[in-house]
C-alpha cells in the first residue's frame, strides 16, 4: 500500500538514485560502526546504508512506516519523536554517527536537542534546507549569520558538502536542500552552554541595532567589568569574542560566589 506523505510530519521522500548515491558516499559507512538515522520514512537512505554497516538503529515517528521498518531484521526501530530520545543513554559508551533528512519543520530544535548530547556523537550528516545549512555555516558580517551560527560553530567543524534540487523528492518541497556534515570539536571552549545560548539570544534579538541596546544592557544588569565593544552589531563580532565573553562571565561569576 502506498504510504502518502503527511504534512504534519513534514514528510518528503528522498527518490533520486544519484542523490541518494551521492550522500551515501559521504557518509562513507562502514561494517559494524554504531550510527542512528532520523527520519528514515520510505527507507531510501536506510538501505544503501544497513548493505553497508550490516546494522542501523533508526527513529522514527510516523506508526505505519515504522511498522514497515520493523519487518527488516537488519534495523532497531525507535517509534519516537526525535526530541525525546536520550542519544547518550542510547550510545551505551559508544560514540554514534548520526545521520537523516530532517523534517524542515523541526530541524533546529533537533540540532540543538543534539547538542546536548554532543560528547557521545562521531559525526552527523543532515539534509536539511538550505537556507538552514547557509545559516549554520555562516560567517560574520553576513546576513545568514545568527544565533544558529554561533552555537554550532562553537561545538562543530561544518561543511555544506552537497546540493539537492526539489525535484530529488516525493513530494518536491518548495525550497532548495543541501546535505551538511557536522564533526563535534576535539577542544571545544569550556562554556555552560545555557550562558552561551543566552547571552547569544540576547545579542541577536534586535540585530538592526547596536548591542549597546541589548546585550549591553544585559551586561550592565550583570555588572559585568570586563572588556567588550558592544558598539557593534551582534553580526560584526566573530564566534570567538562571543565565547570569550561568555568565559569571562562564568570566571566572574565564579570569582564571586568564592568571596
Known amino acids: 500500500m502506498k504510504h502518502i506523505p503527511r504534512k504534519r510530519f513534514g514528510q518528503h521522500f528522498l527518490s533520486d538514485g544519484g542523490i541518494i548515491d551521492a550522500i551515501v558516499d559521504a557518509i562513507d559507512p562502514q561494517l559494524g560502526q554504531p550510527m542512528v538515522e532520523i527520519g528514515p520514512g520510505l527507507a531510501a537512505l536506510t538501505q544503501p546504508l544497513v548493505k553497508r554497516l550490516g546494522h542501523l538503529t533508526v527513529i522514527e515517528l510516523d506508526r505505519d512506516l515504522a511498522s514497515r521498518l520493523r519487518l527488516q531484521k537488519q534495523l532497531t526501530v525507535l517509534e519516537s519523536d526525535v526530541l525525546r530520545v536520550d542519544f547518550t543513554q542510547l550510545a551505551a559508551g559508544q560514540k554514534l554517527r548520526v545521520v537523516g533528512n530532517l523534517p524542515y519543520n523541526i530541524s533546529t530544535p533537533i540540532l540543538f536537542h543534539l547538542l546536548e548530547h554532543v560528547q557521545v ?45 526539489p525535484e530529488s523528492f516525493d513530494p518536491p ?10 564533526v563535534p570539536r576535539a577542544k571545544p571552549a569550556p562554556i555552560e552552554p545555557k550562558l552561551l545560548e543566552k547571552l547569544v539570544q540576547v545579542a541577536f534579538s534586535q540585530r538592526r541595532k547596536l548591542m549597546r541596546h541589548t546585550l549591553g544592557v544585559w551586561l550592565t544588569e550583570r555588572n559585568f567589568a570586563g572588556p567588550f565593544d558592544v558598539q557593534r552589531r551582534a553580526e560584526e563580532v566573530p564566534v570567538q569574542e562571543y565565547l570569550d565573553l561568555a568565559l ?8 564571586l560566589s568564592s568571596v
Open 173 to 182: 518541497p518548495r525550497v532548495n536542500s543541501a546535505v551538511v556534515r557536522m
Open 121 to 165: 556523537i562521531e559525526d552527523q550528516h543532515f539534509m536539511l534546507q538550505k537556507e538552514v545549512i547557509d545559516r549554520m555555516v555562516a560567517s560574520p558580517s553576513t546576513s545568514d549569520y545568527g544565533r544558529l551560527s554561533v552555537m554550532l560553530q562553537w561545538r562543530y567543524e561544518m561543511e555544506n558538502v552537497l546540493f539537492v534540487p
Open 248 to 255: 569571562a562571565l562564568n570566571a566572574q561569576a565564579q570569582s
